[in-house]
């Protein structure tokens, strides 16, 4: 069966097209999932879900500015009632969207070791990632009420079978490519060369990419692909190259990226033409303690004053939210 690749570095014929009057917007994305010690080896029963009720306070917060966050849901969340209590309202009157993210590790059926390489979804065979989808899938809308359309590979581990997978189930817009970013050497895809620009996957137009946003900053920034791969052995030396204000790699989130830096980034996608920002994070972020980004309440208020200030800051760019809904329907068919 010839599949489309999701992995494959698409042709620029292939970038998506909006509808007059759409311009440029923003979606945040929330990767929806239980806590775990980031530190430690995987494992199917050391984690906990008890951040899940902090995600009404960020609805809330996203509600004051207009904004639809898509909630990318695991399957512990998507198994618990606290995930429905704090946000199923908010998805069935359209002001947060729902969607799925597979870490394959806490998904049945439970056939594959626990291993890196195996965390990477689309490493998997492929009825073997297919039925971990398929029972992710169905439990989110049996939670939910809704069918998700929208989809994220934990760890951003997209595979060959991937596309093939979700366009199967009805899923519409894929968000799993993290432009500028190379896990391979851990076992996971290489998405250096995969474009910013929403582009679609494969010839019949089934499957829309919505890629995570980061941005090269600074005098080199043109050639920062070309650099920043040569650096990977030297990390000091990115740092080096940024402090120094020469190239820096820019990341939409909250997460290791402060508020200063993401302005510059937002400015450089929004100048760049870029029509859709795509930012990122951590559901356990929401509450202190449980990644390495939010320790203590001053880091989740500095989370919060961080969201502030981009929101703020986006409006007065002209950028206006938007929602995979949305998209959907600007999205223009060849």
């Not at 704090?86 to 009157?93: F, Q, T």
């Not at 919505?210 to 920062?224: A, F, N």
């Not at 356990?284 to 919060?304: I, K």
Request: charged residues 25%.
């Amino acid at each position: 069966m010839n599949r489309p690749n999701i992995l494959s570095v698409p042709d620029k014929s292939n970038r998506a097209r909006f509808r007059d009057g759409f311009g440029q917007r923003f979606i945040v994305t929330v990767d929806t999932e239980e806590e775990f010690d980031w530190n430690a080896p995987l494992d199917r029963e050391r984690h906990t879900i008890v951040t899940v009720p902090a995600l009404r306070k960020f609805q809330q917060f996203c509600e004051g500015f207009g904004v639809v966050p898509s909630y990318l849901v695991d399957f512990p969340i998507a198994s618990s009632s606290f995930a429905r209590e704090a946000i199923g309202a908010a998805v069935l009157a359209g002001r947060a969207e729902i969607g799925v993210q597979l870490h394959p590790w806490v998904s049945p059926p439970f056939e594959e070791d626990v291993t890196e390489f195996n965390s990477f979804a689309g490493n998997l065979p492929y009825e073997l990632e297919r039925e971990k989808f398929r029972r992710l899938r169905d439990r989110i809308e049996q939670t939910f009420e809704t069918a998700p359309l929208i989809y994220r590979a934990g760890r951003y581990g997209l595979g060959p079978n991937t596309a093939a997978i979700l366009s199967e189930f009805g899923i519409a817009v894929d968000t799993s490519v993290r432009a500028r970013f190379d896990y391979s050497s851990t076992g996971g895809p290489n998405y250096r060369e995969h474009p910013l620009e929403p582009y679609w996957v494969g010839p019949d137009q089934r499957l829309l990419e919505l890629p995570l946003t980061s941005v090269y900053w600074g005098p080199l920034r043109r050639i920062g692909n070309v650099i920043y791969p040569l650096l990977w052995r030297a990390p000091a030396l990115r740092g080096v190259l940024a402090r120094a204000g020469l190239l820096e790699r820019i990341p939409l989130t909250p997460e290791g990226v402060t508020s200063a830096e993401a302005l510059r980034g937002v400015d450089i996608a929004v100048d760049d033409g870029l029509p859709i920002l795509v930012f990122s994070f951590h559901s356990p972020s929401l509450a202190p303690g449980h990644t390495p980004y939010v320790r203590n309440d001053d880091d989740l208020d500095a989370l919060y004053d961080w969201w502030r200030a981009l929101f703020t800051h986006l409006a007065a760019r002209g950028v206006r939210p938007t929602s995979v809904s949305d998209i959907m329907a600007s999205v223009e068919l060849a």
